[in-house]
């Protein structure tokens, strides 16, 4: 019971973390394409620019925040799990501000169009600001999954309270689109300095209340101190690490299935407003009505992925995986023989389709979580490189995240959309526009569907494999280290 108690303690700290990012990034990927394309009047031609240059700082900062982590001069390993913990505490407050800032009125910068060189200054440094303190506290949480359990299903377990917690921080959107006002952003912008502070009590109490399972804090010798002392001595030189990486080819293919994935559930979220405004808004006026929508599809995919967490330990996490890209795969092309004249269904598609995307990208950290024992096996590693490992995963899929709105932004522009409050009147599509935003919505998942269900299969880290690379990083664990 005292384990079961101490597990359940370690996954609720862990979870915390998700709980308050949740809070803070589900407002933001939902409503910044919309407030600074629609309300700050942002052109083109900025959006474009800062989404590139957004793109560059978004790859580089995850494996440049990892090197740091994992090659910091620890006295420990107590240390090193110290310095994690205070990294999600500051790092944290460092976010929430930065999440206030993207929110700022434009009139900070002047009038909606006055000063357009100024407004894509803000846009691009408050993207790149936001956007360095999430993954600065990201990697680090990622990581943890991977260095304070190697159970499966404790790190399943972790996963489930953090989607549980998940739940909750998604609410946020659903009071953010009753307080959406286009005309008037007041109330809006209060709510969203209540969920940053909100967010900042979660990240402390992660911060204060972390402790994994194999070894316990404040309680060294100093002969453990040696050892540890030993192993972080061994940390490879980098070039050294880089030409492991190379060879380990489930590494690779996990990291372009993940890029696909990172690419469909961010244009899934950037457009999820618009494409509702566009689509159903005379169908649906009510407020509460499209932001119950919008609450639903950010709240599925947490309380799905606590529904799954059973079937993960009980059969596979490849096979709930390979299953969920199927659903993704199928609910489009039912959605494509339906057609478009039905706007139950496109409403129906909409939420769905993010949910199950949304679900798979919560099992992401599993997954890099396995590759990272596998690397820790067959490199022989006296300490786990998980923090790199999440951290280069990272710059090759992070530029998903500006893909994504750039060509949703572009087939938009296509069809009518400008950006000083693109379909000003909420009219709904018709015609061929209607057609070629439905394409659009049909064929992203659909294909990005194909191509991972492809990828998987050649991704070998499962089965008896999988089960020898776990009996093989806890047996060379619990292998005492040479004191210095």
Excluded at 217 to 234: C, N
Aim: proline letters at 4%.
């Amino acid at each position: 019971h005292g384990s079961t108690a101490a597990q359940r303690r370690l996954a609720i700290a862990y979870g915390t973390t998700g709980l308050s990012a949740a809070l803070v990034h589900n407002v933001f990927i939902t409503y910044y394409v919309h407030v600074f394309m629609t309300v700050n009047q942002l052109s083109s031609y900025a959006f474009y620019g800062g989404q590139i240059l957004y793109m560059i700082w978004n790859s580089l900062n995850d494996p440049l925040f990892a090197w740091w982590l994992d090659y910091y001069n620890y006295s420990n390993n107590t240390d090193r799990l110290r310095t994690r913990l205070k990294v999600i505490r500051y790092g944290g407050v460092a976010w929430a501000c930065a999440f206030l800032v993207l929110f700022l009125p434009a009139s900070v910068v002047g009038a909606p169009g006055e000063h357009p060189w100024l407004a894509a200054i803000h846009f691009t440094l408050t993207m790149c600001l936001y956007d360095g303190c999430l993954s600065l506290v990201m990697v680090v949480h990622g990581a943890l999954l991977a260095d304070v359990t190697v159970s499966s299903n404790e790190r399943a377990t972790c996963n489930m309270y953090n989607s549980a917690l998940s739940i909750v921080g998604s609410c946020s959107v659903f009071v953010a689109q009753i307080y959406w006002d286009i005309s008037d952003l007041t109330q809006f912008r209060w709510f969203v300095v209540l969920i940053a502070v909100i967010a900042l009590f979660g990240f402390n109490f992660t911060s204060n209340n972390l402790r994994p399972t194999h070894f316990a804090l404040d309680s060294l010798t100093k002969g453990d101190i040696a050892a540890d002392l030993s192993e972080i001595k061994q940390r490879p030189p980098l070039k050294l690490f880089f030409s492991q990486l190379i060879r380990q080819s489930n590494f690779w293919i996990f990291t372009f299935i993940n890029l696909v994935q990172v690419f469909n559930c961010h244009f899934n979220s950037n457009f999820f407003s618009i494409f509702l405004a566009s689509f159903i808004s005379v169908e649906v006026p009510q407020v509460w009505a499209q932001g119950l929508m919008i609450v639903v599809a950010s709240i599925m995919p947490h309380l799905l992925v606590v529904l799954l967490t059973p079937v993960v330990q009980s059969r596979s996490l490849y096979t709930v995986v390979h299953g969920l890209f199927w659903v993704k795969v199928s609910l489009g092309t039912c959605i494509y023989l339906l057609g478009a004249g039905d706007w139950r269904f496109i409403a129906a598609f909409l939420v769905a389709n993010k949910i199950f995307s949304e679900c798979i990208c919560r099992h992401g950290g599993l997954v890099v979580s396995d590759i990272v024992d596998e690397d820790y096996v067959n490199n022989s590693r006296v300490q786990s490189m998980s923090t790199m490992i999440f951290g280069v995963n990272a710059f090759f899929t992070k530029p998903g995240q500006s893909l994504a709105p750039m060509l949703g932004w572009k087939v938009l522009e296509s069809v009518g959309f400008t950006e000083n409050g693109a379909n000003p009147a909420n009219q709904l599509l018709t015609g061929e526009p209607r057609d070629i935003v439905f394409n659009l919505l049909v064929f992203v998942p659909v294909v990005c569907g194909l191509i991972q269900i492809v990828m998987w299969h050649r991704f070998s880290l499962q089965g008896n494999y999988l089960r020898q690379i776990k009996k093989q990083r806890i047996s060379k664990e619990e292998e005492p280290t040479p004191l210095l």
